[in-house]
Nanobody, 124 residues
Framework: QVTLVESGGGLVQAGGSLRLSCAAPERTFSIYTMGWFRQAPGKEREFVAAITGNGGRTEYVDSVKGRFTISRDNAKNTVYLQMNSLKPEDTAVYYC?????????????????WGQGTQVTVSS
C-alpha cells in the first residue's frame, strides 16, 4: 500500500501560479511512475501530467502543455506540479496517483494508488 498526500492547492486569480506537491513515505518511491489527474465539478476525472520513476519521460494533456510542469525529487519522495498561467477552466480537485507501469500512463487504469485530492480554484 502506497499512501499519497497532496498539498499546495488553493484559490488564485487567473494568470497566477500554484505548485502542488505529492508526498509518498515510500522507500521504493523512485520505481513508481507518478501522475496528476483532475476532476472539475460535473465532469469526469482527466489526466493532467505524468512522470516516470527516474524522471526521464513526462507526458502532458494538450490543454496544459507550456503552462504546467511535472517534476520529482526522489530523495524527498515527492512529485510536484508547477502550474503557471492558470485559467478558470483549470479549476478542479487535483489528484496524485502512483503506478509501477510505464505504459498508458495518461490513463487512469494503470494507477493503483491515489491521494485524497487537493482543491484548485482559479478566479476570473
Amino acid at each position: 500500500q502506497v499512501t499519497l498526500v497532496e498539498s499546495g492547492g488553493g484559490l488564485v486569480q487567473a494568470g497566477g501560479s500554484l505548485r502542488l506537491s505529492c508526498a509518498a513515505p515510500e522507500r521504493t518511491f523512485s520505481i513508481y511512475t507518478m501522475g496528476w489527474f483532475r476532476q472539475a465539478p460535473g465532469k469526469e476525472r482527466e489526466f493532467v501530467a505524468a512522470i516516470t520513476g527516474n524522471g526521464g519521460r513526462t507526458e502532458y494533456v494538450d490543454s496544459v502543455k507550456g503552462r504546467f510542469t511535472i517534476s520529482r525529487d526522489n530523495a524527498k519522495n515527492t512529485v510536484y506540479l508547477q502550474m503557471n498561467s492558470l485559467k478558470p477552466e483549470d479549476t478542479a480537485v487535483y489528484y496524485c496517483a502512483a503506478t509501477l507501469s510505464t505504459a498508458l500512463i495518461y490513463r487512469e487504469l494503470p494507477y493503483a494508488y491515489w491521494g485524497q485530492g487537493t482543491q484548485v480554484t482559479v478566479s476570473s
